[in-house]
């Protein structure tokens, strides 16, 4: 490119991506700030900077909306990636990368809040968000209980989650991650596979 020459302007699908972004960004910080209850389409359009119905267009309504959000603020390519041997591990490191670091905790500390007291957050976290991954992780689990073995681990994630994080239990809450670390992965390898224990 020379001197004279102007940047190409982004495509649609890049603009269309660029406004997403900007979109569940919005809404992260108010369904954090404000919980699913209390925020709404058009509060979340105003400070995206766009009109109501790209975010309808987008995302379809708030049940829409909140489940992309929660699945934007974790990550999981990693644990979907995951061997049966790897699982138990990969589900530890999945809920610390979340909750441990200062810039993601709060808003999937409140996004976690929101499904434990709305019903309609609730039914999205748990069909739309944890169910899909479940799936996944039953997937790699295998066997005729997979999905029982996936939702116990879930479970047991979720428990702790809540234990540390929100409930903030002084024994768990004050615990390092390595000694969370050292008591869970056996239990979670044995949930994972049973015969890993014998």
Known sequence: MTGTEKPKPPSR?????????????????????????????????RA??????????????????FAAAARSTVDNDALLRATRAQLPR??????FADFEDPDRRESAA?????CLTHPGA???????????SQTIVASAIGGDDAQLRAGVLNACTLGL?????????PA??????????????????????PSSGS
């Open 13 to 45: 699908k890049e603009r269309r991506r660029d406004t997403e972004s900007v979109i569940l960004t919005a809404a992260r910080e108010l369904f954090a700030r404000q919980g699913f209850q209390s925020t709404t389409i058009r509060a979340v359009a």
């Open 48 to 65: 995206a900077g766009v009109d109501p119905s790209l975010v309808m267009q987008y995302f379809g309504n708030k049940e829409g909306l």
């Open 90 to 95: 990969r589900a530890l490191e999945h809920l």
């Open 110 to 114: 409140a996004l976690l809040r929101s």
């Open 122 to 132: 609730q039914e999205v976290v748990r069909d739309l968000v944890m169910g899909e």
């Open 161 to 169: 989650t809540i234990a540390r994080y929100l409930l903030r239990m």
């Open 172 to 193: 768990v809450a004050q615990a390092d991650r390595e000694e969370l670390e050292r008591i869970m992965l056996p239990a979670l390898r044995t949930i994972v596979d």
